[in-house]
C-alpha cells in the first residue's frame, strides 16, 4: 500500500474511475490517496473532467421526482393539460447536456 497527494475535486469521479482500488481522505488540493496503485494527477483529471455535471444529474433528478403517481393519473386520464410531456421534455432537454 502506497499513500501519495493529489488534487481531487470530485470523490464520485475518482471513485467511479477505479471503484474499490483506493481510499481517499480530504478533498481539494493535499487529499491524499491510499492504495496499491493509485492514479497520477493526470489520471484523476481526466476523470473529473469526464464526469457528469452534478447540477445537471441533480436538475434530472428534481424533475423526475416531480412526476407523481397524481400527475400520471392526469395523464392517463388526459386531464394534465400536457404538463407530463412538458416534463419529459425538459428532462430530455437536460440529458441532452450530458
Known sequence: MSKVTRT???HAAVHAAWPGQFSIFGLGVGAE???VNPPS???IDAAEAAAPDPAVVNQIAALE???TPRRIREAVLGTD???LANQ???IAAE???L
Request: proline fraction near 0%.
Open 8 to 10: 481531487i475535486n470530485n
Open 33 to 35: 490517496i491510499e492504495g
Open 41 to 43: 494527477q493526470a489520471q
Open 65 to 67: 421526482a416531480s412526476i
Open 81 to 83: 393539460g400536457g404538463w
Open 88 to 90: 419529459e421534455a425538459l
Open 95 to 97: 440529458r441532452s447536456k
